[in-house]
């Protein structure tokens, strides 16, 4: 089954820990990238990467960080988390970087 | 000013009403226009897609783009309850140093009651 998916669904942690979210397709696609919904802002495009080793930063880049090795995967970084990045977060992917955007399921991170 | 701009609603309508959603948006770089569905809970799922001004129709759905006013519109016909979800205009950059960037709009929560 073509899909994106994204690991822990779910995560609570604390200021200033390390974390990673994982994000992978199985589409074969080049585009790839992160949002953050938050109420009232929709979602916010953090980072992009239109293909292994190119990455560009969005709206939202501060405190995070991204890498693409792999044409699969787009791992995003919270070096030392704040509470300011609770949010929902989604990784997407498209064949191409104008094409459509297929979501993944969501992360709901919580920083106390 | 938001690059692109949406009305967050809420917006509640009666099944079989004619709901209307639009974005501006200011980035003349802007050149590839979607509309996503959002459910409770869920990712985004596109709808429509289009790059150029005009009308594009599918089944219940017509996205409306005019360049020249940088207005995009989302109209559903024939609304039903299963309708009732968030909507996202999306637009691509495709000139400069922002080649491939995504905006989207903050999203309109669409209600459509029986």
């Known amino acids: 089954e073509a899909q994106v998916t994204q690991n822990p669904r779910y995560l609570i942690t604390v200021t200033g820990k390390k974390l990673t979210v994982t994000c992978s397709q199985n589409?074969?696609?080049?585009?790839m990238s992160w949002y953050r919904q938050d109420p009232g802002l929709g979602l916010r495009q953090i980072y992009y990467?239109?293909?292994?080793?190119?990455?560009d930063k969005g709206d939202v880049p501060e405190g995070y960080k991204v890498s693409r090795k792999e044409k699969r995967n787009f791992p995003l970084i919270l070096e030392s988390p704040s509470p300011n990045q609770t949010s929902l977060y989604f990784c997407?992917?498209?064949?191409?970087?104008?094409?459509?955007?297929?979501f993944g399921p969501g992360t709901r991170l919580t920083v106390l | 000013q938001k690059e692109v701009e949406q009305d967050p609603g809420p917006l509640s309508v009666p099944e079989g009403a004619i709901v209307s959603l639009n974005c501006t948006y200011s980035?003349?770089?802007?050149?590839?226009f979607m509309w996503y569905r959002q459910y409770s809970r869920k990712g985004p799922e596109l709808l429509m897609y289009t790059y150029s001004s005009g009308n594009k129709e599918d089944g219940r759905f017509t996205a409306q783009v005019d360049k020249s006013s940088k207005y995009i519109s989302l109209f559903i016909r024939d609304s039903q309850p299963s309708d009732s979800a968030t909507y996202l205009c999306a637009i691509v950059n495709a000139g400069g140093t922002s080649y491939g960037k995504l905006t989207f709009g903050q999203g309109t929560i669409l209600t459509v009651h029986p």
């Open positions: 990467s239109m293909n292994v080793e190119v990455t």
């Open positions: 997407a992917s498209s064949f191409r970087d104008h094409g459509e955007q297929f």
């Open positions: 980035n003349s770089a802007f050149q590839y």
């Open positions: 589409m074969n696609h080049e585009y």
